[in-house]
């Protein structure tokens, strides 16, 4: 079964300690994953995506496909990180699909 | 910039209405997303369309029902609003075509109240 899993609903850390957003998936596939992030009162967007191996906003995340996972990760979490996370993994052959995690509110405290 | 706009941020309707919510993408994107987001169940695909006149049930079609007249435009109808519908309600759009493949564009989102 295809399915993405983020076993945190919520994740308070305080400024400037590490952070890690969990997430999982199935698929038997070879997986294309995104985290996606909401701000307070903005639309969703994305953030980053495996396949550019790239850091945004000091964010990484890298595939582990051994233990099927995508964690989020940052060193020092800042304010401004607080938001709603989302995971996302892509079902191929089905126009673009995004299968979506329960989505991580990650907390960053003074 | 792609912008993908929704009809309404707020609507408050009542049990049995027949609801229109509407999205409208500026980008040509072939593919378009309608979404349920609900506090601790993520989001969750209504509908998709991968092309004009095309759909394809998500997860959750029951109760909904879509239209994609123009490649532009990407409608969910609420044939007889209820409320286990209550939710705020995304709209995205995507393109396999060139550029940042697969990302999907969100719209601001519509919160529904089914009285």
């Known amino acids: 079964a295809q399915r993405v899993t983020q076993p945190e609903k919520l994740l308070s850390v305080f400024k400037g300690a590490p952070v890690e957003l969990k997430c999982n998936y199935s698929?038997?596939?070879?997986?294309?994953l995104f985290w996606y992030v909401q701000y307070s009162r903005q639309r969703l967007q994305l953030l980053l995506r495996?396949?550019s191996r790239e850091s945004i906003k000091g964010f990484t995340a890298d595939l582990n496909k051994g233990e099927t996972s995508f964690h989020l990760k940052k060193p020092f979490a800042q304010e401004e990180d607080s938001a709603m996370y989302y995971c996302?993994?892509?079902?191929?052959?089905?126009?673009?699909?995004?299968?979506f995690g329960q989505g991580t509110e990650l907390s960053v405290k003074p | 910039d792609v912008k993908v706009t929704q009809s309404s941020r707020y609507l408050v309707k009542r049990t049995g209405e027949k609801v229109f919510l509407e999205c409208v993408q500026d980008?040509?994107?072939?593919?378009m997303f309608w979404y349920r987001q609900d506090p601790g169940l993520g989001l969750r695909l209504i509908y998709f369309?991968?092309?004009?006149?095309?759909?394809e049930k998500g997860d959750i079609p029951e109760g909904y029902s879509v239209s994609r007249e123009k490649k532009e435009r990407f409608s969910l109808i609420l044939e007889s609003a209820s409320t286990n519908q209550t939710s705020m309600y995304l709209c995205?759009?995507?393109?396999?075509?060139?550029?940042?493949?697969?990302?999907?564009?969100f719209g601001p989102g519509t919160r529904l109240t089914v009285l």
């Open positions: 995205a759009s995507s393109t396999t075509r060139a550029g940042p493949v697969n990302t999907q564009y």
């Open positions: 698929y038997s596939g070879s997986p294309e």
């Open positions: 495996h396949i």
């Open positions: 996302a993994l892509l079902i191929y052959n089905q126009g673009g699909k995004l299968i």
């Open positions: 980008m040509d994107h072939e593919n």
């Open positions: 369309s991968y092309d004009v006149k095309m759909k």
